[in-house]
């Protein structure tokens, strides 16, 4: 009798409710739409994003360098503290791109922008396994890397927040914008379902070009 009061006595206690974000008590983050016009730089964005890196601090080629390089090749943040110069052939001009999250490797060529940038990093900093290095010789982490493009983009008074991701997005949406074809855009983001690449195709502009003729 006792255990069966005990039971009644629980089911009677009334649940705390759950905090109420009205009071501050659950500090939501906000939806990106709310946050910003789009998840994508253009490629101007993008060169001025790099040129207000350069000028940071005492790190400022590696942070441009950085920049450049998961915008040219479609890096996620992961992907491009994970770089090693040893997927770099620096004589032939190529990136053997290793995807994240079950995506597909590929083999990039790198333009003389990115080698020229490469190269004088590799003269500048100390050896090391990875090609982006904090002070410490470790590894730039995912997030030391999205402070910096955020702190860049605030530097440069972006009316929006980035984030890094947006570089992969700005890849994307300008090789779409270059008429590109959407399977050979799917191969070199690594997409494994061409349904993540035809967002690109839908965000171009050209396909309308011919609608209103001047």
């Known amino acids: 009798m006792k255990s069966n ?3 009644a006595a629980t089911k009677r206690v ?3 409710p759950s905090p109420n974000i009205v009071f501050g008590t659950v500090p939501r983050r906000p939806l990106n739409a709310t946050r910003r016009p789009r998840e994508y730089l253009t490629p101007r964005e993008v060169q ?20 450049l390089i998961a915008y040219r090749h479609g890096l996620r943040a992961s992907e491009v503290c994970a770089l090693r110069w ?3 052939d620096f004589s032939r001009g190529l990136l053997h791109v290793r995807r994240l999250k079950n995506g597909t490797p590929s ?25 982006f290095n904090t002070e410490r010789r470790a590894p730039m982490s995912p997030a030391g890397f999205r402070k910096m493009v ?11 927040p980035l984030h890094p991701h947006m570089l992969r997005h700005a890849c994307g ?13 799917q191969h070199y983001l690594g997409h494994k379902n061409i349904q993540h690449t035809v967002r690109y195709t839908e965000l171009s502009p050209e396909r309308f070009k011919s609608f209103w003729e001047d």
């Not at 001025?48 to 920049?67: F, P, Q």
């Not at 949406?173 to 855009?185: E, H, I, S, W």
């Open 48 to 67: 001025l994003l790099m040129e207000l890196a350069g000028k940071r601090g005492r790190y400022g080629h590696r942070d441009a360098t950085m920049i």
């Open 173 to 185: 949406y300008k090789l779409a914008n270059d008429g590109q074809d959407t399977r050979a855009v």
């Open 14 to 16: 009334k649940r705390t």
């Open 107 to 131: 083999v990039h060529p790198i333009g003389g922008t990115e080698l020229r940038a490469l190269r004088r990093l590799m003269r500048e900093e100390p050896q090391s396994r990875h090609v």
């Open 86 to 88: 040893d997927q770099i």
């Open 5 to 7: 009061a005990r039971i």
């Open 150 to 160: 955020a702190r860049t983009g605030e530097t440069g008074k972006f009316p929006f």
